[in-house]
């Protein structure tokens, strides 16, 4: 059995995995490259998006498992209509997902961007004055939209670690944690300090913050979006970050996968941009990778996954698998 990966994994995954089957690394996660070495390979483990054609030009796949949650990385229904099936880790990177929410709070609210570019090039008082323009968390709103693993965890280090009030967004209002009052979308951007972006991308929240949307916040809120790209209609958060319609934004996910070279966004001061990596850190590697390995050799081995992304797929790859 051949396994791709086409991000690198931890170690500790890797070992798993080379102990029943051969583990190629993609050199990189474009899709040619991807395309090429899949041809040969029985299952892929990913981080990155899949080219849409995948499956016709992989024949031989049968399992593909996400090292996260985002479901939009994979062509489901042709996964589905192959008999390939799709498992994710939901929950194995919440914590440092919600670690990184925080962060972004604390970094936007205390101008540490400005000031740290400032400390390289200005005078030590000049640079030290900036600090007049920074803000106390506590007592502060946040907004949650998308109260599940992640956004749950968001909300109780910032109700029960800052006493900051808790607003929650979702789908089912009735289920949220004890920690997050629920909020109608509308009343809770028209409320927040802090909105945070923690939904998944599914055709009603595909651009749901849109400019009627940047338009009700206040215009000293902060957005931070770790979701979804497409969530967040990016030309439309362009305009309200260079008119100073809201007060800034930190981002770890785009609305197309890669940020391009001389994107609008790196010509603004009001934002801070990471690449996708909300919920990279040594620990959820090393989780998420024994995770991801198991739950691939589990179903090479014929066996259902514990998080099965297509279950309509189920019929057609036990077939395949006898």
Known sequence: ???????????????LLAAR?????????????????AREADALIIRSPLPQDIFEAAPRLRAVTIHGTGTDLVPLASATARGVLVANLPGGNAQSVAEYC?????????????????????????TRALGAKAHEIAGMTAGVVGVG???????????????????????RLNRLPPEAEPAALDRLLVEADFVVVACPLTPQT??????????????????????????????ALVAALRGKRIAGAMLDVYEHYRI?????????????????????????????????AEETLRMLAGERPRHVVNPDAWEAFTLRSS
């Not at 059995?1 to 070992?15: K, N, Q, S, W, Y």
């Not at 540490?112 to 090039?121: A, G, L, V, Y």
């Not at 992640?150 to 009030?165: D, L, P």
């Not at 749901?208 to 979006?225: G, H, P, Q, V």
């Open 1 to 15: 059995m051949r396994v791709l990966l086409t991000d690198p994994i931890d170690p500790a995954g890797e070992a």
């Open 21 to 37: 089957a051969e583990v190629v690394r993609a050199p990189d996660a474009g899709f040619d490259t991807v395309r090429r070495l």
């Open 102 to 126: 925080i962060m972004a709070m604390l970094v936007l609210s205390r101008n540490f961007s400005e000031i740290s570019n400032s400390i390289r090039t200005r005078p030590w008082d000049e």
């Open 149 to 171: 693993e992640i956004g749950g965890r968001v909300a109780r280090i910032c109700r029960n670690g800052f006493g900051m009030r808790v607003l929650g967004h979702q789908r």
């Open 206 to 235: 595909r651009h749901l913050f849109n400019r009627e949307r940047f338009a009700m916040m206040k215009s000293s809120a902060w957005i931070i979006n770790v979701g979804r790209g497409a969530v967040v209609q990016e030309e």
């Open 260 to 292: 391009a070279p001389g994107h609008p966004l790196f010509g603004l001061d009001n934002v801070v941009l990471t690449p996708h990596l909300a919920a990279m850190t040594r620990e959820s590697r090393g989780r998420m990778s024994v995770m991801a």
